[in-house]
């Protein structure tokens, strides 16, 4: 805060210097002191009186006095004048101060732009503007939206052709050029970019003008330069470039007191490269049958570690660069693209290289996301996402916002929805939201398919395969992938299709691991996700999304139950049956989703976003003999369950400017979503089974589970930033939300009869956060924010109480969870340290826990007070330009209220604390090696508590990735487990504390990946 003095200094002496630089640029004194006065007025004049002002004031001065003014060029520090533009901008006179300065020449120094050109780079384009008389061109710019704006004084459009230019679509990421006249002795450039506001290079040279553009979308794709460098409160501003330098202009623009991006220090000789020359190289408990294993979790890994990468000419497309390079812009936070660091929450955001790096040999996304997230527990090693909280609570998993989690929660295959292959980037949203609706207690993970490249045609293909190395027998898998991707004129089109085969898991000791059902083993993967867009304008745009994913299982293996009885603690065990006979439809899962959304970038003013959707979802269970239980045996013996879930929604939201500067903002508009669930079993011929020697399953009937019930909800939004000078942001906002249950008279599994009905529940969400950014480098940010939850309705309808007789009368929800979440945080990103260390503290009055009552294979609802708060940490060093070393902490407490004391929450939600870390070298130019490590600590609190029935204990692994460029691809080796460490997932030592020993699975082994990507 010690430069705050300084900084609004330098900014006086910037609108100073650019105010009197013309008008005192005169042989006589007393005229620039006349035209200054003059100018002065206009500061005090609306800014539509202050056209007619300067135009006066320019016809004065030029009348009487045109042959005192000189030709003296205005050089003004582009990084002082942007800096200043922000703090004009907040206050509404941007457009008075542009004016005044076009104004203030006379017509006998204008210069004629007799051409406009765009020539490709290896970066982006580059914009020239030639003159007539060779005559450099002045420029003032300003930034808003996805807009960069310069407008160019004393000059006029003297096209051939007519005093326009307008291309659209010129190249990645940028959606159109414009060059207009702004009024008769100026010029404006106007660049909208796709996904973010282009950063561009401004280079006065002899002939004119070239601005080299650099679209967002090319900074997502690769790292990004150094964080500027600060100077201390009081040190000079760097010197002025002169003519025929680049000067750097951010998006965001910086501070007088910061060195432009690229630049390291000392601005550049007079000998600087052209645009798209690239330089220098920058820095681098029992489940009741039919339960096909609730959902499970992943490992975790430093989010935004953005390392130094390597030189532009040794960094092929897909080569893993040193730490991370952060994505800039997200979308998932606020509804709209906004940037990490504008945003008052803690964000991660895991890109498609990381995805691909971190996804273990059952293709399972959940995996690579621990291995990236904090605050997420540690992995499972399963399909499912049971026991995969987020800050201790509920995640809501989104594909393009589209939502994948739903009320019937016996799926649980959130991330089985789609291949690694199809994603551009995953973004976590960490803490309670309401942005996206219900669920979201613990925070939103927003998975984004890839977009359609700018090239006509591209392709990307992938093969690999996979093997533990403890045990082969049945072991070796393999994947294949194929992306094609292209444009051609408003068109655009993107598809993948990947098909992969996981074969059989083994532990560190070379036993099978048997749980087949929800661990992927024994797994065949298939999906197609296509995409087609077309642009109606330069601010409309049409698009169709269809992903299809279908995974089917043959195990040779079933789960040795027997281990259940013995004394002490078992591990699980496979016992080989060979290949299953199964009557009906492969045990697997399968999701189809179509999404159709509209965008337009200014609808009177506004932007809109809107999207349709439809979904259709199943899960197919393995068979499991059911007859000793107690319970469920006499109604279903040997057995499967079948879920199927459909869902039609849709999303609007609208961005409203509030000021002319468009730093005040509104997002308003409403969500809807309707989704239709059961649950049914298959029962199948018990003698026929033994008789086969538990191979062969004869279907003879089918019984309901949970029967068809409807699910919807209706949200309205309104969320509100304010950008204050790009130093303090503040947001807030409120959501509306009512949710409606319904369903038919029905007949349980045990034929008891219940009546239907209807039930209504709704709830308002508040939320408010603010982010102060000390520098350039530093911020500091907090939140309070509202989620809000429902049970599993499935949960409570498949096996009601005894006293339960209709769901008007005996459904005992009268209202949804709602979740109060606080977080502080700080974040740096300095040349070589990135960092980020947030706390955060939820409250619910009305938790949601589900408590198996004795042996009867009823879950109970309990709603009780709960209070869950932790630390989330992150760092990431560069010691070298081909170094990278990083990790993250996580540390979670959770409790609930009983009987007027807080007991622990058990393991399936609170995890151990949990550590990573990496160390990442470029040992040769195109050759990345990288080892990383989890450790997940002792857990016992809970234990003691009553509420585990075990204590949980530590383990350690260690994995190791090679990546080499080989030709015009990228080979990618990975080790898996190094040390070969035998451990027990979180998860399974949570069940074997419950004598479920027949769940207590150890982790894979040592495991080999080989995967070759070539894009062509």
Known sequence: MGDRPERHRTEEFALTRLLYSQTNATSDGRIGSNCARQLGRIFRRSVSGAREEQQRCHKSCCASNANHISEVPLIVDLRVMNRSQKLLSSLGLAGVVSAVVAQSACASNIAQVTAVRLNPTSEGIEIILDTEDGRPLQVFTTTFGETLQIDAITAQLRLPGGNEFRQDKPAAGIASVTVTPLDNNSIRIRVIGERGQPVARVIPNAAGLILSLKPTSEMTARPPAPAPTTQRPGTPAAPLPSTGQQVEIPAEPLPPTAQPPGTPGAPLPPTAQPPGTPGEPLPPTAQPPGTPGEPLPPTAQP???????????????????????????????????????????????VDSEEIQRDTGPSRNVGEALANQVPGFAPPTQTTTTYGQTLRGRDVSVLIDGVPQTTNLQSFGREFRNIDPSAIERVEVVRGSTAIYGAQATGGVINIITRRPT????????????????????????????????????NFDMTGTVSLSRSGAFYDAKGDRIPLFEIGGDSSTLFNVMGKVGVDLDTNQRLQL????????????????????????????????????????????????????????????????????????NSNVGVPLDYR???????????????????????????????SRAENLRLTWGSDYITEDSRQRFDLYDPERFDASGRRVYRKISERPFVPPYTFNSLGFFGQMEWNIDDIVILSGGIRHERLGLNVNDYTTFN?????????????????????????????????????????????????????????????????????NSYEIGIRGGWQSVQMSLAAFYNTSDLGVRFE???????????????????????????????????????????????????????????????????VQNETLPGWNNRLQLLYSGNRDQAFKDGSDGGPISSYLTLDYVSAVKIGSGLLQVKVENLLNNQYFPVISQYSAGFGLDSSNYAGRGLTLSVNYRLNW
């Open 545 to 616: 999304t269809v992903n299809h994913y279908r995974e089917t299982q043959d195990p040779n293996v079933i789960s040795d139950s027997s281990v259940d009885d013995q004394e002490g603690r078992q591990k699980a065990r496979a016992i080989r049956t060979g290949d299953l006979d199964i009557d009906g439809e492969t045990p697997g899962n399968k999701s189809t989703q179509l999404n159709l959304s509209y965008t337009n970038q200014n609808l009177f003013g506004s932007s809109l976003q809107s999207q349709i959707y439809y979904r259709t």
């Open 852 to 918: 198996p009552v004795g042996n009867t294979g009823r879950l109970e609802l309990q709603r009780a007070p709960e209070r869950i708060y932790g630390l989330e940490g992150t760092v990431d060093w560069q010691p070298g330009r081909t170094w990278s070393i990083g990790g993250t902490a996580t540390y979670i407490q959770g409790k609930y209220e009983e009987e007027n004391r807080y007991i622990a929450l058990d393991s399936s939600r609170i995890p151990p604390l949990k550590l990573t870390a990496y």
């Open 303 to 349: 989010p935004g570690t953005p390392g130094e990468p390597l030189p532009p000419t040794a960094q092929p497309p897909g080569t893993p660069q040193v730490g991370r390079s952060p994505i800039e812009i997200v979308v998932t936070a606020t509804r709209t693209s906004q940037r990490v660091t504008n945003v008052p929450r803690s964000i991660t955001v």
């Open 454 to 489: 700018e090239e006509r045609l591209t392709a990307v293909t992938e093969v690999g395969v996979s093997s533990p190395l403890t045990n082969t027998r049945d072991a070796l898998g393999f994947n294949a992938q194929q992306t094609i991707s292209g444009r051609s004129g």
């Open 751 to 819: 034929e008891r009869q219940i009546e239907g009905g209807d039930r209504k529940f709704n709830a308002t969400l508040f939320n408010t956060g603010a982010v102060y950014k000390i520098n350039d480098t530093f911020n500091i940010f907090g939140n309070f924010s509202q989620g809000f939850s429902v049970p599993d309705f499935g949960r409570i309808l498949r096996q009601p109480p005894e006293d339960f007789v209709g769901i008007e009368s005996s459904l005992e929800v009268t209202q949804p969870q709602k979740v």
């Open 628 to 658: 000793t239980s107690e319970f469920f045996g006499p109604f279903v013996g040997v057995t499967r369950s079948r879920a199927e879930n459909e869902q039609i929604g849709g999303r609007l939201a609208i961005t409203t400017p509030l």
